[in-house]
């Protein structure tokens, strides 16, 4: 199956960790991805309230959220909370969410632009603007989000687990 790239439109990539949040946007053609600077985490409604600007001022219409999968494509421990964290903000700014298997983005970020050791939080955006460039790449569409939705964590490339 041959996947279509999704719809031009500003999209929001975000690298969810335990400490930070890496976040990269694209402009509306998708032509150009921009590593943003990372969110240092706390609450998740302090996070959301940092965020909604940002949303607000690059009319942000979708979310991309880095699920690690390790490589067997099964997901890690940290994969759960990623899904958690990710449905959760889509449905708070209501945003069509898609799911992009981030295994190996660090380690490829920190090989592409030398950031092997950063704490700064450069690494952690320049994985999310891995994975936009991924999504840009290979898809699949966004899916919209509500409480109700079923099975949103199939990642690009990923059809089972």
């Known amino acids: 199956m041959i996947r279509q790239p999704p719809p031009p439109r500003s999209v929001l990539a975000v690298d969810v960790g335990r400490r930070r949040i890496g976040l990269a946007g694209c402009d509306p053609l998708g032509l150009t ?23 607000a ?56 632009h030398g950031l092997h050791g950063d704490r700064s939080g450069q690494l952690d955006s320049a994985a999310a603007a891995l994975l936009l460039e991924q999504w840009l790449r290979q898809g699949p569409e966004a899916l919209p989000v509500s409480p109700a939705t079923p099975k949103l964590d199939q990642p690009a490339g990923a059809e089972t687990f």
């Open 57 to 112: 001022q690059r009319r942000v219409q979708a979310l991309v959220v880095g699920l690690p999968l390790d490589a067997s494509q099964q997901p890690t421990a940290q994969a759960s909370h990623c899904r958690r964290y990710g449905q959760r903000l889509a449905l708070a700014l209501e945003l069509p969410l898609a799911w992009v298997d981030e295994h190996g983005s660090s380690w490829e970020a920190g090989e592409r």
């Open 33 to 55: 991805i921009t590593p943003l600077p990372p969110l240092a985490r706390g609450a998740f409604s302090d996070d959301l309230q940092r965020l909604r600007p940002l949303v």
